[in-house]
């Protein structure tokens, strides 16, 4: 299963709103996970099961969508979530990645 | 408190073999699946395989059967990856990361281990 991120990169400032997309090749219900990954860091587990915050994650992280479409929403971004986002397929072996989304500041 | 702590870098010479290790503390490792995953700057991340500890039950993908070995020993919390003869393209970062309970998802992961294959 494929998954297709966009956009690859975007720049935005504090406080904006900020939406990125992933698409599957093929419908996986709601078994999505989104993480979040900071230079030199392992990714950090954000949302799973599409909708579901991971306990600690702050709640200006959502996650929504099922099927093939999904969308992780930062409601207001902070400086400490510039950072590369990637969401994951959790339907079927292989597990997939998106190919990233890399959030900079404006 | 979950950790999973990975072996330290490594530069090894095509041709080499490889063993990294993956060792998990803070909860009962046999019962929770690791897997491991690559990150390249040009392929980005890509799950590798999974192993449960308690019976080393094992799955690869497709992509990585048969390339490389996952393997766990429960009696001492770790788990790892190995290679019998290493290729330049092998270099990249390995994490290793705890699934989550009745799901797929990587609720834990490793510092990672970079490793660089160059002659």
């Known amino acids: 299963i494929q998954l297709t991120q966009s956009p690859s990169s975007l720049s935005a400032s504090a406080g904006d709103r900020v939406t990125i997309t992933c698409r599957a090749s093929q419908g996986i219900s709601s078994y999505l996970a989104w993480y979040q990954q900071k230079p030199g860091k392992a990714p950090k587990l954000l949302i799973y099961?599409?909708?579901t915050l991971q306990s600690g994650v702050p709640s200006r992280f959502s996650g929504s969508g099922s099927g093939t479409d999904f969308t992780l929403t930062i409601s207001s971004l902070q400086p400490e979530d510039f950072a590369t986002y990637y969401c994951q397929q959790l339907n079927s072996h292989p597990l997939t990645f998106g190919g990233g989304t890399k959030v900079e500041i404006k | 408190e979950v950790q999973l702590v990975q072996s330290e870098a490594e530069v090894k010479k095509p041709g080499e073999s490889l063993k990294i290790s993956c060792k998990g503390s803070?909860?009962?490792?046999?019962?929770?699946?690791i897997a491991w995953v690559r990150q390249t700057p040009g392929k980005g991340l890509e799950w590798m395989g999974i192993i449960y500890p308690g019976d080393s039950d094992t799955r690869y993908s497709p992509s990585f059967q048969g390339q490389v070995t996952i393997s766990a020993d429960k009696s001492i919390s770790t788990a790892y990856l190995q290679w019998r003869s290493l290729e330049a393209s092998d270099t990249a970062m390995y994490y290793c990361?705890?699934?989550?309970?009745?799901?797929?998802?990587?609720?834990?992961w490793g510092q990672g281990t970079l490793v660089t294959v160059s002659s």
């Open positions: 803070g909860y009962s490792f046999s019962n929770y699946w």
């Open positions: 099961a599409a909708s």
């Open positions: 990361a705890r699934r989550a309970p009745q799901s797929e998802y990587s609720e834990y």
